[in-house]
């Protein structure tokens, strides 16, 4: 595949200079990602946290030659933003009233993306556990999902091919998707996952998680689902690489 123009996504229309590097994933696969088959694609990862789908779709999209959107962290991002400013982060009013205010920016780099709020790189800082506890009310209110998903749209739209993952890509944020994936694995893989992870602390913290997030974690019709349970992040970046080069052939 010709690589990609690399850029940078303001709201999904800015373009700067970049690099975007490749990954083996298994035997041939990076050989035929070289052609340009998967020009276009747009591969939906959803499932639920610690299933491991950021570092799965950065894998898959390096080795695609795609870009990478990881949509949690603009909900991070405004997240931050509000807590920053003393907001009430749990009062739909307030985040409704306050959600267009910050200029969000991510990067598409899969080597090595990045989050800018009002021109402040917040990559780190949206990681906290500060953030992780108040993003799913902030992702919940009507008018922030509906800023935050037209931004998603444009983005993937002009992307070229891209990789998309977080919650409801699928079903809402790329319905027409080429390859779609709900990633999942049982609570004791996930939550191992999460431990490491300096946001988060406990099993508790997974299981509100999973319950706020319920409502934008569907599966779609015809998604595959990958239980990651067992498998190496190699193994997985594999069958995603694999699906997404079936349907690009």
Known sequence: MTAPRPWVTRTGTDSRPGSIARVKTSVGLAEESETDRGAGLVVAVDGPSGAGKSSASRGAARALGLRYLD?????????????????????????????????????????????????????????????????????????????????????????GGIVAEGRDIGTVVAPDAQVKVFLTADGAARAGRRAAEASWSTQADQDRRDRMDAAQSGKAADAVEVDSTGLGLDEVVGVIVGLALQKSR
Do not use: H, K, N
């Not at 003393?86 to 959600?99: H, M, N, Y």
């Not at 009002?118 to 780190?124: A, I, K, L, N, W």
């Not at 799913?136 to 935050?148: F, K, N």
């Open 71 to 159: 949509t949690g962290s603009m909900y991070r991002a405004l997240t931050w933003w509000l807590l920053g400013r003393g907001a009430d982060t749990t009062d739909p009013e307030t985040v409704a009233r306050l959600a267009a205010e910050p200029v969000i920016e991510v990067g598409t780099d899969p080597a090595a993306p990045w989050t800018r709020v009002d021109g402040t790189d917040v990559s780190e800082a949206i990681r906290t556990r500060e953030v992780t506890g108040a993003v799913s009310a902030v992702a919940a209110v009507p008018q922030v999902r509906a800023r935050l998903i037209a931004m998603q749209r444009e983005i993937i739209a002009s992307a």
